[in-house]
Nanobody, 112 residues
């Protein structure tokens, strides 16, 4: 079993920034790609960003390109999502994914 714990969400004004963290623990025998997803009320969960096991390649949803940056620290079993220039449409619960495991999510609300 693998446990994922996200943190860093909160309320921020449009144009602001937040940094999400996701720490993985448990039976982690190998390093795999990880990703951040989000789900807004009434919408399906969608991929926000993903990063390969070594961090050498990343992929972003078009809606966040140029504003969000995913990174990871394998020594700490942690993946980050730096979110800049936040917009109200970024409001959602953000989830971390590792293989088939999901975190519990962290709420991000962008509002003035």
């Amino acid at each position: 079993q693998v446990q994922l714990v996200e943190s860093g969400g909160g309320l921020v004004q449009p144009g602001g920034s937040l940094r999400l963290s996701c720490v993985a623990s448990g039976s982690i025998r190998n390093i795999y790609a990880m990703g951040w997803y989000r789900q807004a009320p009434g919408k399906q969960r969608e991929l926000v960003a993903e990063i390969t096991s070594t961090g050498s390649r990343t992929n972003y949803a078009d809606s966040v390109k140029g504003r969000f940056t995913i990174s990871r620290d394998n020594a700490k079993n942690t993946v980050y999502l730096q979110m800049n220039s936040l917009k109200p449409e970024d409001t959602a619960v953000y989830y971390c994914k590792f293989r088939v495991y999901w975190g519990q999510g962290t709420q991000v609300t962008v509002s003035s």
